[in-house]
């Protein structure tokens, strides 16, 4: 008797088997001749060498589906395994301005104009500055090309950076090590990933080097090679810190740097290394500036109207 053996190393087996391998057992229907067993990270299937061969087949259409929208059910294993050719079935077709499919399928796109521009920008261009008040959707976007182009295998790796600049608060007195310390502040690079990833391919990907989140003193003296590499909260660096991240950029990478030049924690009469780098960079061929406004907010509806009262009040003074 004939045997396969397919390895499930770029999904998660308990999602890809389901509950109480409901989807072996949709497997095992279509495929009677076969015996079908589900153990560990693997399918195994003996029998017949031709169908054998066409279990595989369409084995890895799924596996195609379920890397590229995090979701697998029913209804999709039947149009899989009744396609006429593999080619019938199409899982990676984009639609309505999709980046990617998230953590149980969740449909991530561009909401707005704006945002919309930053994903078009991100193509044309190696180095991104995406600007704007709070609640814009930069630096989730930002995160959702990123984990696009890993996936896609545009990159090997995706670096997330933040300068560690307090905004009113002092990382000194806080409990822990340097990472515990600094976990907190670089959170919304996290949420935004656990929306993408599922929970422990994220875990794998940050032990093995694959996702990096590191505070930017730490990307002195780096080439940042094959990687799409984010710079958070940009507004909070100095002119040495900005220059020594932009000269990181190595041989296929993608550099994107987001901010909000309104919200600046620096120490007064320090200049913002953003707004300076957006005034010299501006004209520089291959380098897409976005500015996002009010009507890019995502967030509640109430943050709308607080960006509009700020900026009232600002203006008078």
Known sequence: MNEINI??????????????????????????KLKIVARGSAIKAFG???????????????????????????????????????????????KDNIILHGVGGKIIKAQSYNQQRLVTLAKKNDMIFAIGPAGTGKTYTGVALAVKALKEKQVKRIILTR???????????????LKEK??????????????MIPQEKLNSHIENGTIQIAPLAFMRGRTLDNAFVILDEGQNTTHAQMKMFLTRMGKNAKFMVTGDPGQIDLPRRVISGLKEALLILKETEGIGIVKLD???????SLVKKVIDAYKRIEHNN
Do not use: C
């Open 7 to 32: 390895e499930l190393s770029e999904v998660d087996p308990q999602d890809f088997f389901g509950q109480q391998n409901i989807h072996i057992e949709k497997l095992r229907d279509y495929f009677p």
């Open 48 to 94: 017949e060498q031709p169908i054998l061969e066409e279990f595989e087949k369409r084995v890895d259409m799924l596996i195609t589906h379920f890397g590229k929208f995090n979701n697998l059910n029913e209804e999709v294993i039947e149009r899989v395994i009744t396609a006429n050719e593999p080619g019938d079935f199409d899982p990676g077709s984009d």
């Open 163 to 177: 300068p560690a600049v307090e905004a009113g608060e002092n990382l000194g007195f806080l409990p822990g090590d």
């Open 182 to 195: 600094l976990d907190p502040y670089m959170q919304p690079l996290y949420d935004a990933l656990r929306d």
């Open 294 to 300: 009010e009507k890019d907010v995502i967030r509640h």
